[in-house]
């Protein structure tokens, strides 16, 4: 018992500090305590995962629940998560029973990492280490996002993204050109649009046939 407290002591005490490194809005120790909902529920997911690999009922549920209620984030006790996780800002997060996370993710609001159906057994999506999902993001069904990959806010991804991909787009597109600063961060305000690409492609292309039509002419 000694042990697992000691190293759920030392979890949290990443959890504070991945906080610090990726937040520059985060200044000091209490504050990061107090008022961050990604922290709070966290914790109490933490501390729910191990009554629930204890296979103790009911309780497990009770606290995800409370948690929703208090944080505005709904972790399910079964599902398995790394270490250096961080919600920003949190709300509206809902996080599947059988997904897994790796370690150093990133998620921010209104992210959901969910099922797509009624299906039993594993249905909830994989994501691998230093994987960053932007806002609004769906990320459903059994699937498995490679380490590394940057999702953009508002992708819908519903297919297996391999490692070092940045995703965008309902349904989710691979995008090839890495939308990233120096540090690894995901630039929101920079993620290609695969969609208009097409597009201007296709105008090109128009634009190349009527030249060719008039010289016809």
Not at 146 to 156: C, K, L, P, T, Y
């Given at each position: 018992m000694f042990k697992v407290i000691?190293?759920?002591?030392?979890?949290?005490?990443?959890?504070?500090?991945?906080?610090?490194d990726n937040d520059p809005a985060a200044t000091n120790l209490l504050e990061v305590i107090l008022c961050y909902p990604g922290l709070h529920a966290l914790i109490a997911y933490r501390f729910a995962h191990r009554l629930y690999k204890w296979h103790i009922p009911l309780v497990p549920r009770?606290?995800?629940?409370?948690?929703?209620?208090?944080?505005?984030?709904e972790i399910h006790p079964g599902a398995r998560i790394g270490r250096r996780f961080f919600i920003d800002h949190g709300e509206g997060v809902v996080i599947g029973a059988t997904t897994i996370v790796g370690d150093d993710v990133l998620i921010y609001q209104q992210v959901t990492l969910g099922g797509t159906g009624k299906e039993h057994g594993k249905r909830h999506p994989t994501l691998g280490n230093n994987v960053i999902v932007g806002a609004g993001a769906k990320v459903l069904g059994n699937i498995t996002i490679?380490?590394?990959?940057?999702?953009?806010?508002?992708?819908?991804v519903i297919e297996d993204v391999p490692e070092h991909s940045t995703v965008v787009g309902v349904p989710g597109r691979v995008v090839h050109r890495a939308v990233i600063d120096k540090q690894g961060n995901l630039m929101h305000n920079r993620i290609p649009d695969p969609v208009r690409c097409d597009i201007n492609k296709l105008k090109a292309e128009v634009e190349i046939l009527k030249e060719k039509l008039d010289n016809c002419n």
């Open positions: 000691k190293r759920g002591i030392t979890k949290v005490k990443e959890d504070i500090k991945v906080i610090y009770i606290i995800s629940y409370l948690t929703r209620i208090i944080t505005g984030i490679g380490d590394n990959v940057r999702i953009g806010a508002g992708s819908v």
